[in-house]
């Protein structure tokens, strides 16, 4: 077993009515806000006159019209200008995880005097950030309890992430009722977008029987409470699981003494999106059953058969059986709560397969000693060949 250092600073306030405390939660840090959003979905269910309300004796500077995969250009450096120009003490992101990952590259951004992509691509350390509390109303990317942010520059076809202890929000309001109003097929792409974080850290040379099991557990929270909250959108018990799931699910607990990760299925999806600005947790779902049954092998297998004994009862001996037989039941599921499970479905041919396929091999790194399973280009290429 490995090592490890493991860090989270965020605090979560969960539950009902856990907007009661942004009042005082911003006060700590100042009276100068930018308020992050995305479209009119906070506007409909009444969160954003609530806010408005709640900080009225602040001066609040919004950024609004922040989409799916967030736009380098159009958001962050938007947002970047507003916090510099306003002076800007905190950062009120409000809405799922992109909108989270672009308020953390402003926060970055706002207090660094250079080009910011510099920072998100590793060329230069940020030194400090603003401070990011922020309100979900999304269940996916675990971005409110982790230190990662990944953001889309469209010009260069460029999705990266970028990983940094500054940029763990200082707080995080997470009330499953601001989740209701999530469209089935968010709710089904923000789950699978939550088991496949768990999924990337499952697929390792070395675990423990602690961080399997945690990591099948919520997997079968994940994909219970997804099919309850598909047919019941307010149902309470299944927002909450659903959210406490993605929650924990990117944020490092379930790999910690495990072996280093990859991410493969990530960098891969990365490409899809960042080509065809295509719905993230959709891309990982198509690629996912994919990526498995290509590198199923004799040296891959036994990590395909813990999963399926801790997540599914087979009543079959035989590793490989059980190991294709897991890899079905992930395909049906995906395909059970509605989403598309070819690139076709997206519009997305061959066309530009090649082309993926070597930016992913020149940016992801994939075939590096670590890997669980290196792939080369030749094999990222087959992987969404058998996607489409």
Known sequence: MFN???????????????????????????????????????????????????????????????????????????????????????????GGGSVLDCSKAIAVGALYEGDVWDILTYKAIAKSALPIIDVLTLAATGSEFD?????????????????????????????????????KLQTAAGTADAINHILEQFFVKESTMLNDAMMASAIKSLMINVKKALKNPNDYNARYELMYDATLACNGIFSNGSGPQNWPMHGIEHALSGYYDITHGVGLAIITPRWMEYILCDKTVDRFDILSDLLFDFKEEDKFIKSKKLINEFYKFFESIGIPMHLKDLNIDESRIKEMASHINKYENLDNEYAFYPLKEKDIEKILINSL
């Open 4 to 94: 490890f250092k493991y860090y989270t600073p965020t605090k979560l306030i969960f539950g009902k009515g856990s907007i009661s405390e942004l009042e005082l939660s911003l006060k700590k840090y100042g009276k100068n806000v930018l308020l992050a959003y995305g479209g009119g979905s906070i506007k409909k269910i009444g969160l954003y006159e609530k806010i408005k309300n709640i900080l009225k004796d602040f001066n609040i500077f919004e950024l609004d019209g922040i989409k799916p995969n967030p736009k380098y250009k159009e958001s962050v450096l938007k947002g970047i200008e507003i916090c510099k120009k306003n002076n800007i003490d905190v950062i009120l992101a409000v």
């Open 147 to 183: 230190g990662n942010a990944v953001i889309s520059r469209t010009e260069t076809n460029d999705k990266v992430g970028y990983s940094s202890d500054l940029i763990f929000p200082k707080i995080s309001i997470l009330d499953p009722e601001y989740t209701y109003s999530v469209s």
